[in-house]
DNA sequence: ATGAAAGCGCTAACAA
DNA sequence: TTGTTAGCGCTTTCAT
C-alpha cells in the first residue's frame, strides 16, 4: 500500500512568530491593553464606543487570547484534563464516554498522553499532573494510574486505580463478580483446568479478576492450582508467552480466563502458534469487551464494563469535586458476561 | 445497572493552591531562582555542590516546572498538539496511529478536544489554534477541518482536509478510487438502483467519495439520478433520515452507498424500521472501516481508509516540518474494499 | 471610563 | 559560579 504524492511540497516559514498578541490589539486600537483585556472578558466600566471599537479590530487580526498567559495569570482555565498512558482501545472507549459526558458543560477537554519509552513510564503521571496541574487544567483524571497519586489541592479522580488508592475518588468496574461470573460459567461448560493470566498486579483491578476466578473455583470445587496462574501483565506480547508456556505442559489446560481482552488475543496469538483451535481446543475468556473482542476470529467471550458509563461518572465526580461538593469516595459499576464463539464444551481428551 | 459506591465521601480541599514553585525551592535550596532553573535544565556553569544541594531539595519537595510558565518563557514546548471535534471512533483510530508513531520521538502528544455545543462548531479549531499555537503547542495535526487553517507560522498538517485546503499540508485517503471501486462491486452484483448518501460537503473527503460513486455508475453504464442522492453529514442520525427518505420511495433503491461507516449504520437503522433486510432485501456499503463496521450485525461491506499509517504519516511529516525540511503537500494513502455481510445480489421484485 | 503598574512562574542575558 | 534583571502575554487592582 504506497502512498500517492503530490508533488508540490511545502516548507515551513522560518521568519519569526506572527502570533496576534494583546499588545497589538491595543497598539492598533489605540487604547492600552487593559483596556482590552476588559473588553474580551466583558468586564464593566468600559464605554460601549471603545468596546466597539476593540472588538473590530480584534475580528480584523484574529486575536484569541493565549490558553497559557491567562492561565498564568488567573487560577482557572476551564480546560479539565485526561491522563492517559497511551490511546489504546481501552483509554479510547473511556475517552468517548468522558467526552460523551463534557459536552455542553462549560469545560473543555485536553487528553495528555506522555512520550513514554518502555522503561520511563514509571511515575509518569505524577510528573505530568504537577506540570499541568494548577496552571493549565482545573482538573484531571487518571486513567489507569502506576502509581499512588501525591496528595495534591487539584481534584483528581482515577479510573481503574492504583492498589491502595489512598486518597483519590476512583471509579471503577465491579472487577471481582465479572471474574467470578465468568470462571463460574467456564467451571459450568465442563472444564476444570482453568488458567488465569493475570494483568497488572499493582494495579486493584488485576487482584479483583484474580480474587474472582479464586471464589468461582472454590464455588465449583475445583482446587487452585498456583501453577495455572501466570502474569500477563495486560499486555499482548507478554500475555503471548504466558499462555505458550501454559499450554506447552503435559497436561494443559483447556480454558483460559486472561485479564483483559488484550491478553486474550495474545492467548489467540499462542494457541494459533500451537495449531490449537478456539474453542473446540481451547476455551478462552477475556475482560473488558473492547471493539476488538467482538471483532476477533473467533469473536471473544468476555466480560463487559460499562466504559463508556465509567468515563461520564468519572466527570460528574470531577465536575461535583470542583464544586466543592461531596462526591463518593469510590464508585463501582456492575459488569455483565456477555458469551460469544471462543467458549464451548471442554474437549474430548485423545 | 445500576453503580454501587462504598459509603465515604471526599470533599476537595479549600485551601489555597500548594503547588510548589521555582521560588520555594530557591528559598529552601538558599539560592537563586535563576540558579535552581540553571540545575533542573542542566545548563552549564553551576558547581556540582550546588547541583547537588539543589536537586536534593527538588526531589525532598517534589518540584516539577510548571509548562505553562517555562512554555510562555520559552519558545517550544516539545509538546505536539492533535485537534479534534471529539473522540469519536475514526477520530480514535487516527489517534492510535498518530500516538503509536509519536512514541519515542521525543514529543509529548496533547489531544485537544472543543466543549462543542452543535451550533459553535464552525471554527472551533481555529479559535483552538490560536490559543494554543506559539504557546503551548510546537506543531499540530488538525482532524477533519471545519474550516480552512489560517496561515499561522506554527507547523500544521491536516488530515481529511477541508476543500480548498489552501496552504497547509495534508493527509488523506484515496477517496475517490475507494468509493469507485465500492460501486463498481454493487453494479457487478446486479445493482442499477444504488443511491449515495453524502457526507460533509464542505470537506474534500465527501467530495472524493461521490466523484467515485458517479465515475462508477458511469463505468458501469448505469445513468445519473440526482433524486438517488441525499445528504447524510457523516452522521448516523442524518443518514438515518435521508436513508428513510430514500427507502419509504416507490422505487427503493436496491442498495446504498453510504459516505462513511457511521452513516451506513444510520442505513441500518433505517433498514430496521421499516422492516428491511440487510443484505436479503437491501445492500449496504460504508466507507472509513471503524471497528463498529466489522461488529455491525450484519458486519458491513466497507472502503478501509489506512487510519493508523494516515496518523503516522501525518506525524511524519509534522516532524519533518518542524526540522524545517521540505514536505510533499499532500499524501494520499490507497483504500481497499473489504467484503463483508451488508451485500449481496439484487432481491428479486415482489 | 481609562490606563499605569504589578505580578503569575519561568528562562536567558548580563553583571558581579 | 552565582545572582540580578528583564520580560514572555495576560488580568487585576488602583489611580487618574
Redesign the pocket.
Known amino acids: 500500500m504506497l502512498p500517492t504524492m503530490s508533488v508540490a511540497t511545502f516548507t515551513a516559514p522560518t521568519t519569526s ?1 506572527d ?1 496576534v ?3 497589538d ?1 491595543a497598539r492598533e486600537a ?9 473588553v ?2 466583558g ?5 460601549p ?3 466597539e471599537k476593540v472588538m473590530a479590530v480584534v475580528d480584523r487580526l484574529g ?4 490558553l ?3 492561565s ?3 487560577g482557572a482555565t476551564n480546560v479539565l484534563g485526561v491522563l492517559l498512558a497511551g490511546f489504546d482501545p481501552y483509554a479510547a472507549e473511556l475517552l468517548k464516554g468522558i467526552s460523551a459526558h463534557a459536552l455542553g458543560r462549560g469545560y473543555d477537554l485536553l487528553a495528555f498522553s506522555g512520550a513514554i519509552a518502555d522503561d520511563s513510564t514509571q511515575e509518569w503521571e505524577k510528573r505530568t499532573m504537577s506540570r499541568l496541574g ?2 493549565l487544567i482545573d482538573g484531571a483524571i487518571i486513567l489507569t494510574p502506576t502509581i499512588n497519586l501525591p496528595n495534591t489541592k487539584m481534584p483528581v479522580v482515577a479510573i481503574d486505580p492504583h492498589t491502595g488508592h489512598a486518597g483519590t475518588p476512583s471509579v471503577a468496574a465491579d472487577g471481582k463478580a465479572g471474574a467470578q461470573e465468568a470462571v463460574k460459567y467456564l467451571a459450568d461448560l465442563g472444564h476444570t483446568r482453568i488458567a488465569h493470566i493475570r494483568g497488572r498486579m499493582d494495579l486493584d483491578s488485576a487482584h479483583q479478576r484474580e480474587d474472582g476466578y479464586k471464589a468461582a473455583l472454590e464455588e465449583a470445587g475445583i482446587p487452585f492450582d498456583h501453577t495455572l496462574v501466570a502474569d500477563g501483565g495486560f499486555r499482548r506480547t507478554w500475555a503471548l508467552g504466558a499462555a505458550l508456556d501454559l499450554l506447552r505442559r503435559p497436561n494443559r489446560p483447556t480454558a483460559i480466563f486472561a485479564a483483559n481482552d488484550v491478553s486474550a488475543l495474545g492467548v489467540y496469538d499462542a494457541a494459533k502458534q500451537l495449531g490449537l483451535r478456539i474453542p473446540e481446543d481451547l476455551s478462552v475468556v477475556g475482560f473488558d469487551d473492547i471493539p476488538e473482542a467482538k471483532a476477533a476470529e473467533p469473536s471473544l467471550t468476555t466480560v463487559t464494563q460499562p466504559l463508556h458509563e465509567m468515563g461520564g461518572r468519572a466527570l460528574d465526580v470531577l465536575l461535583d469535586m470542583l464544586k466543592g461538593k461531596e462526591v463518593p469516595m469510590h464508585s463501582h459499576l456492575a459488569t455483565r458476561l456477555v458469551i460469544r464463539e471462543s467458549t464451548g464444551p471442554v474437549p474430548t481428551v485423545e
Open positions: 512568530n502570533r498578541t494583546i499588545t490589539v489605540g487604547v492600552s491593553v487593559a483596556t482590552v483585556s476588559k474580551v472578558n468586564r464593566y466600566g468600559v464605554a464606543a471603545t468596546t486575536y484569541e487570547s493565549s497559557v498567559a491567562s498564568l495569570r488567573r494548577g496552571t
